[in-house]
């Protein structure tokens, strides 16, 4: 069940202000059961990690981001994203150097995906678009983004596809549906006002479900 602070902020709280969470999830990675969860917390100054974990019996998903809130405004300054699918293991990590304008990447990086790529302002690495989508549609502001990642600029937008009572912590919910297609990969998330991340991720590939995430306590 949804712990007492996190309960009442479903309830009450007009708005997503920035604060230390740890949130459980059940999930699937490519059809297979697992264990998901997502933490934020502070670190020196106004620097905060932001994680993700996936674990499967045959898989392990790790990434982070090590990022800085500035009046509201969040960048991304390290991200590091490891896999362990049996015996196989990846990983890349990622600087952005702002006062170089540049991000740059290292470890298991493809060739044609090693070069560095400027920055611009607003520019935001694939994990830390969760946390901006719920800040974004509580403010009204549109969802879209520059998401500069794994060596690759996109630019998204999420649309609004609606509401859907969904369940969290074993009690129905509302929540608003946003959706974003790219190519044969969409990514559809499921917020709750008050909930400081999705409710549910599920990202889909050429349209089979690849990963599943559904919140089940935030505390």
Do not use: C, H
């Not at 949130?23 to 100054?45: F, N, V, W």
């Not at 620097?47 to 674990?55: E, F, G, N, Q, V």
Request: aromatic share 6%; hydrophobic share 40%; charged share 25%.
């Amino acid at each position: 069940m949804l712990g007492a602070a996190a309960a009442l902020l479903l309830a009450t709280s007009p708005a997503w202000a920035i604060e230390a969470f740890t949130a459980d999830y059940l999930a699937s990675y490519k059809g297979m059961q697992a264990t998901g969860k997502m933490t934020l917390a502070p670190e020196s100054g106004d620097r905060w990690r932001y994680t993700l974990a996936i674990s499967t019996p045959l898989a392990n998903l790790n990434q982070s981001t090590v990022f800085e809130d500035s009046k509201g405004t969040w960048r991304p300054l390290t991200s590091q994203d490891s896999t362990q699918v049996l015996v196989k293991r990846s990983t890349k990590t990622a600087t952005y150097d702002w006062g170089q304008g540049l991000a740059t990447w290292s470890g298991d990086v493809k060739p044609e995906r090693s070069k560095p790529i400027k920055l611009q302002a607003g520019d935001m690495d694939a994990l830390l678009i969760n946390l901006a989508l719920v800040r974004d549609l509580a403010a009204g502001k549109p969802l879209k983004y520059r998401m500069v990642d794994d060596g690759r600029v996109k630019q998204l937008s999420y649309k609004v596809s609606g509401k859907e009572s969904i369940s969290v912590g074993g009690k129905q919910v509302e929540a608003t549906k946003v959706v974003n297609t790219d190519g044969d990969k969409q990514t559809i998330a499921w917020l709750v006002e008050g909930m400081p991340i999705p409710a549910r991720i599920l990202q889909r590939r050429g349209g089979k479900d690849d990963i599943d995430l559904r919140v089940k306590s935030v505390n």
